[in-house]
């Protein structure tokens, strides 16, 4: 089945830095990758997707990328900011399947 | 539009002592359905999913269940919690026939003691 690998565990960067978190998942048929960002005490929230037709997708300071070859995508935030602090998830869909399969998270701390 | 609802929020129990969670769905027909847990500091596991009323996949042995009486309804029980089952409880759902996007409910943080 379906297994997604994250890293890092966690990430530290100043205000303004940029950020990169990368997913690699092993079951080439996946075709959604969904990243959801997780603030202390409440509920997972999805912030961006991608779609296996799709390189690259961008909405402002957040973007992810699609490497179908590599079987890997990646998470960019731009120009953080302290309240971009939080839990990062990836999870990946196979084909077909009814369920997420998630990575294991990324703590991303922003110091301003 | 779609909205999801779990009560309780905050829950204590005593070790061996019987649980009940629900999970409601307002927006939407015939959604997938989806119970997980967090420990804390920890990730997202994944106990049970439903794609329709009394269709209930089992991801993980343990001393939960789950059920969907109604088509927008999910509930997750217990008739002894142990010390191992404080954690996050997260309802989720997704139309998946029309999209693949997965939205989590507010949660039920449960402590047992």
């Known amino acids: 089945g379906e297994n997604v690998e994250q890293h890092p565990s966690t990430l530290s960067v100043q205000e303004g830095d940029s950020a990169v978190i990368k997913c690699t998942y092993s079951d080439s048929a996946s075709n959604y990758f969904p990243w959801y960002k997780q603030e202390l005490g409440k509920r997972p929230q999805l912030i961006i997707d991608?779609?296996?037709?799709?390189g690259e997708k961008k909405d402002q300071r957040i973007a992810v990328t699609l490497n179908k070859t590599a079987k890997h995508f990646s998470l960019h935030i731009t120009e953080t900011q302290p309240e971009d602090s939080a839990v990062y998830f990836c999870a990946a869909l196979p084909r077909g399947a009814d369920k997420l399969i998630f990575g294991t998270g990324t703590r991303l701390q922003v110091f301003p | 539009s779609q909205t999801i609802h779990q009560w309780p929020a905050t829950l204590v129990q005593p070790v061996g002592s019987p649980l009940s969670l629900e999970c409601t769905v307002e927006?939407?027909?015939?959604?997938?359905l989806y119970w997980y847990r967090q420990a804390a500091g920890r990730g997202l596991q994944l106990l049970f999913y439903?794609?329709?009323?009394?269709?209930i996949s089992s991801e993980v042995p343990q001393n939960l269940s789950a059920s969907r009486p109604q088509d927008r309804q999910f509930i997750l029980s217990s008739k002894k919690l142990l010390l191992s089952d404080s954690g996050f409880y997260l309802c989720?759902?997704?139309?998946?026939?029309?999209?693949?996007?997965?939205?989590f409910g507010p949660g039920t943080r449960l402590t047992v003691l």
């Open positions: 991608i779609r296996s037709n799709v």
């Open positions: 989720a759902w997704s139309p998946l026939r029309d999209s693949d996007e997965q939205f």
């Open positions: 439903s794609v329709g009323i009394g269709q």
């Open positions: 927006g939407t027909s015939n959604p997938n």
